[in-house]
């Protein structure tokens, strides 16, 4: 890591710090179509992205940009309203640096939700999927470059890069709250369009359920700094080839809201657990 990546850091956390001084230990990132969710934060402190040093603002729709902070049944969370992806255009410190300021500010739980396409027929719209492992088929880490010691290693383990401990709850809590909950593999591509048929075809072929253009590279930087990760996926659509319908990222939010309501009563389930 660069000096200026450093000092980029440093003036992130002090920002945040200046306005939320305890910052939660859990954050939940929110995927496409999921910012209501944030809406049920109670006592919540908003900073809008473009207000925090080494945060970039999304270009997307559906990813309104604020870092939330406030308290969900009974425990303090914080909530990211969207996130920024490698295809808007940003490289790997500008998707690396908000996930180190969490670090630095003390998180010790990234919880990851994003808007996913189904590789399987049983993976239909509106299912929630657990995800256990990943395969970044995308070439995209953001990683590389010199690495920063006081984060982690220079080659770093990737055993559990979905926590079991984390995953065990939300399998828990799902059953708790009566929301059906898949299991599978997410596989990342770089994107914006979305996969042809024929790259389904061999996803699949390499253990893929879920396909999607985020969580990866967010995963990575978080178990290289030592941050447990869990992550959701609500599958919005069948990928395609699995269904002949064109894919929208119109039809994409309005079914990631349609599914939200399961998703937000299982995270409610789960943070009691925590």
Request: hydrophobic share 45%; glycine share 12%; net charge neutral.
């Amino acid at each position: 890591m660069t000096q200026d990546s450093s000092a980029l850091i440093a003036s992130g956390v002090a920002a945040v710090q200046a306005r939320i001084p305890d910052f939660p230990k859990t954050v939940i990132v929110l995927g496409s179509g999921l910012g209501r969710f944030a809406a049920a934060v109670s006592g919540a402190t908003t900073i809008p992205f473009g207000e925090i040093p080494g945060f970039s603002k999304s270009t997307v729709v559906g990813h309104s940009g604020n870092l939330i902070a406030g308290e969900m049944e009974g425990q303090r969370i914080a909530v990211m309203q969207g996130r920024i992806h490698a295809y808007e255009g940003h490289g790997g410190a500008a998707i690396a640096n908000p996930i180190r300021i969490l670090k630095r500010l003390g998180i010790e739980r990234l919880i990851l939700t994003n808007a996913a396409g189904g590789l399987r027929l049983e993976m239909a719209p509106g299912s929630l999927v657990l995800i256990e492992d990943h395969i970044n088929f995308s070439q995209f880490n953001p990683l590389i470059g010199p690495n920063d010691d006081s984060f982690g290693p220079r080659f770093p383990d990737m055993t559990d890069p979905y926590d079991r401990i984390l995953r065990a709850k939300l399998e828990q809590a799902a059953q708790e709250a009566g929301v059906p909950l898949k299991k599978g593999v997410y596989v990342f591509a770089i994107g914006p369009n979305f996969e042809t048929a024929a790259e389904i075809r061999m996803y699949g072929k390499l253990g893929a359920d879920i396909v999607g253009m985020s969580t990866v590279p967010e995963c990575l930087v978080a178990r290289h700094c030592g941050i447990k990760v869990a992550g959701i996926s609500i599958v919005t659509n069948h990928a395609t080839g699995i269904s002949s319908e064109p894919l929208t990222h119109a039809d994409t939010l309005a079914n990631a809201e349609r599914a939200g309501q399961g998703l937000e009563q299982l995270l409610r389930t789960f943070l009691r657990k925590l």
